[in-house]
């Protein structure tokens, strides 16, 4: 403080100013604490258990089952719950069941059921059994691309253009995917300019939100901040989402960067279901349980009532013959 006299020093010094006006100390506090954490009011949770979740099971589950799960989630106040996939059964046998799943659960008027449509050929057909959201997978990698959708990047993009002009004609929003967004399990790190190019090519072609995928579960908070602030220059943060595997128990801390750099819909899994037929390794999703649990921790609005999706998890699990992997549900529901 240079020549600042003493008794001056005394009386500015911080331990004088917290003794004499402590207010003035957690305000300081509060407002420090509010700057670096400062999350969204709303989150969307889109629910992708009946469909990612369920894909990787080896043991068929049957079509009622997944009728049941869709409809004890439609009963939590979750507004997006993406509900199969119109994909070959040579390639994914357990959605096979598609389109009686679709047509056999019970929509309500105040939620989406998107299901997913690789191409053409299923986009049609999801149309046909009622569908009115759909959504395409695309990767950032080239090398996941050809194993998961059998073809490159250069053409999913083709396919994926003929189908969202087929959706733009019918009034059909699509919701994009990019697989591999923090790492791939064939061609190791992902480099954040690649999944921006990715990302943006399907912002571009008409998808109204991306959901940016960390497939392999390896992603870190470091790695997805890096990988978010480059898909931020090019596509608007109110059209993208995280999609969180945990696989190396990073999922919350992944999302949680999400949420402070400014992220409002992350996707999750009831139980934590998931895995990837074509990402050896990965284990499931994040557990829709936890991510609420946290949510709500933060005093983020979602609009889900947590009891009621531990219900459908201890429903599936019961099914399926496995434990949860959701550890509030583990926390609180009692064997």
């Keep these: 403080m240079g020549n600042i006299p003493s008794a001056v020093k005394h009386c500015l010094s911080y331990e004088t100013l917290a003794q004499d006006y402590p207010w003035l100390v957690r305000w300081l506090q509060e407002e420090k604490y509010g700057a670096i954490c400062e999350f969204p009011k709303t989150v969307k949770v889109v629910e992708v258990g009946p469909r990612d979740g369920l894909q990787n099971e080896k043991e068929m589950v049957p079509t009622g089952v997944k009728i049941q799960l869709i409809n004890m989630l439609s009963e939590t106040g979750l507004s997006v719950i993406e509900a ?20 056999g659960i ?30 395409i997978l695309g990767s950032a990698s080239e090398t996941f691309s050809k194993k998961n959708i059998n073809c490159s990047i250069e053409e999913s993009m083709l396919r994926f253009k003929e189908l969202i002009s087929s959706a733009k004609q019918a009034g059909i929003p699509v919701r994009g995917y990019v697989s591999c967004a923090l790492g791939c399990p064939y061609e190791g790190r992902i480099e954040p300019e690649k999944v921006t190019e990715v990302a943006k090519r399907l912002y ?39 999609h969180c595997h945990d696989t190396y128990g990073q999922a919350l801390a992944n999302i949680l960067i999400a949420l402070q750099m400014g992220i409002s819909v992350v996707d999750s899994s009831v139980a934590g279901l998931g895995g990837c037929p074509y990402a050896p390794g990965a284990s499931g999703n994040v557990s829709t349980e936890d991510v609420v649990y946290m949510l ?3 005093g983020i609005e979602t609009g ?16 399926l013959n496995r434990r949860t992997n959701s550890k509030v549900a583990q926390a609180t529901v009692k064997s």
């Design 296 to 298: 709500h921790g933060l």
């Design 106 to 135: 019970t929509k309500s008027p105040h939620i989406k059921y998107p299901v997913l449509t690789p191409n053409l050929q299923g986009y049609r057909t999801a149309i046909e059994a009622g569908a009115t959201e759909v959504a």
């Design 84 to 103: 199969t996939s119109f994909v070959s059964s040579k390639w994914v046998p357990q959605m096979a069941d598609h389109v009686d799943v679709f047509k």
């Design 304 to 319: 889900v009532n947590l009891s009621k999706v531990i219900d459908a998890g201890e429903f599936i699990c019961q099914a």
């Design 204 to 242: 571009d072609l008409g998808c109204y939100e991306v959901s940016l995928g960390d497939t392999t579960g390896e992603g870190t908070p470091k790695s997805m901040a890096m990988m978010l602030q480059s898909v931020m220059k090019e596509i608007p943060t109110s059209a993208l989402a995280v």
